[in-house]
């Protein structure tokens, strides 16, 4: 078992593989502001970057993609991606299900979203043990994330889902807690990081 998982690791590192991987975010990052554009034009310049929440989370690990292919690293970059791909694929997750509860259908189109964000949850998941982000990173990204909440919520710049606008209150604050939860999963990796750096320093 061991062994196996060895494997996947190495080979979730496989350059052809990291080229593919990189492609389908870049592709999927586009289409994300594609989708946001009708939002976009209606919300004032100064809250552009804080809008298109999940392409910007799988732009992050987009840009994390490309510098591993050329053996370089971010560790902001890591931190941000791996926080913001888990809070936005699991919130968008949960609310396209909840548009499910309350309409009672949400069409194919509401599936791939489903599907593709739940994907993005995995990814950042799957690639744990590659993350070499530090305390200071992930402060910084935990900052924007809670930063991005407040902006959301309290300056009402959420991504807007008509049919579930009377759970302004509730979504935003399930949102806070989903991030925090984030964040102290970030900070669990961080200590993983440490105590893997300490193990390697005593061989």
Known sequence: MLSFAIKIS??????PFLILLFL?????????YIWYGWQLKITEPRFLIFVPDSPTA???FTIVLGLWIFGKRSRLFEAL?????????????AMNLLTL???GSIGWIGWMLIGSHFAMALQAVLYIEHYRF???SATLAAVWTLHNDVIDYVFGQMPIYSTL???TSQIGYFTFWLSIV??????????????????????
Do not use: H, P
């Not at 190495?10 to 350059?15: E, P, T, V």
């Not at 791996?82 to 919130?91: E, P, S």
């Not at 984030?182 to 061989?203: E, P, T, W």
């Open 101 to 103: 509860w309350e309409v």
């Open 134 to 136: 530090g305390w200071l």
């Open 165 to 167: 606008s009377e759970y």
């Open 24 to 32: 389908v975010n870049l592709a999927g990052t586009i289409y994300g």
């Open 182 to 203: 984030c964040v102290g999963f970030a900070f669990y990796v961080v200590r993983l990081n440490k105590k893997q750096s300490i193990s390697v320093d005593q061989y």
């Open 58 to 60: 799988s732009l992050f």
């Open 10 to 15: 190495a080979w979730l590192m496989y350059r």
């Open 81 to 93: 991606a791996f926080i913001t791909l888990i809070k936005y694929g699991l919130w968008a997750v």
